[in-house]
């Protein structure tokens, strides 16, 4: 089956639906893993640093919303990686996981 899945998480109720089946789909192959990303979106972000007290406030802030996620990982036995891009990054993460698809 999959030896790796690629999970968008941004800590909405879809998102915890998304990683339901994720897990599902891993638990199948035991050699699977999961790599979690969450994107941050700068135009988006400029309001959340206006909103923080410092910078650790506002990595804590994202943090949080991958933990339910990563909680349900956890249970499961997954073994996942977790990675946070900013949105010019996307495409370059995009291509990248293509190639590896492809190779």
Do not use: W
């Amino acid at each position: 089956m999959y030896e790796k899945i690629l999970l968008a998480v941004d800590g909405s109720e879809n998102s915890l639906r998304a990683a339901a089946e994720a897990i599902k789909i891993a638990s199948m192959n035991a050699e699977c893993t999961v790599d979690v990303v969450y994107v941050v979106d700068f135009s988006k972000s400029k309001n959340e640093i206006l909103h923080t007290q410092g910078r650790e406030e506002l990595d804590f802030s994202r943090r949080q919303k991958l933990f339910p996620v990563q909680e349900l990982l956890q249970v499961k036995n997954i073994p996942y990686t977790t990675t946070i891009y900013e949105v010019n990054q996307v495409q370059l993460l995009l291509s990248t996981q293509m190639n590896m698809l492809l190779n």
